[in-house]
Structures are given as C-alpha cells and as structure tokens.
C-alpha cells in the first residue's frame, strides 16, 4: 500500500510543474521546424510560452545568440533542464 502512495504521488504531477522547477536554469527547447535553442529559463505559461534569457539558436550547424526570446509554446516539441 505504501509503495502505491509514492507512485501516486509522482504520477500526479504535471510537466508543466517539473518545468516551473527549471526557472533560473539552462534550458534546451526543441522547435518544430527543427531548430534548438538552450538559454536560461525565466518564466513560463499554461500554454507553454517560454521566456528565455541568454538564447542561442541552433540551425544545423550554425549557432546565433539572440539573448532574451520569447518562444510560442504551440512550436515546442520538447523542452529539458540542460545539465553542465
């Protein structure tokens, strides 16, 4: 009964909270039309608009630094805390 509790509880987390717990950290977001970008998180949405500080975009095999961006959360595929 107790190892049901702890599965339960993990389980009814929302991914949108796992992100939130990424503010002030490196950040990589997968677009859908390809492109990465990695920056530092600043503050996101319910619909998964992220505001990002420090932004690069990744386009094959060039890197632009665009600093503070705001991504639509409708042209996310992924978005994972980056680990350095």
Do not use: C, F
Request: no cysteine; hydrophobic share 40%.
């Amino acid at each position: 009964m107790e190892k049901y509790k702890i599965l339960r509880g993990k389980m009814s987390e929302r991914p949108i909270d796992a992100l939130d717990r990424a503010k002030g950290k490196k950040v990589m977001i997968k677009l859908k039309n390809g492109e990465e970008v990695i920056g530092i998180l600043r503050a996101l949405d319910l619909h998964l608009n992220l505001w990002l500080d420090d932004a690069e975009i990744n386009k094959q095999n060039s890197t632009v630094k665009v600093g503070t961006i705001l991504i639509r959360g409708d042209t996310i595929v992924y978005a994972t805390p980056v680990t350095v």
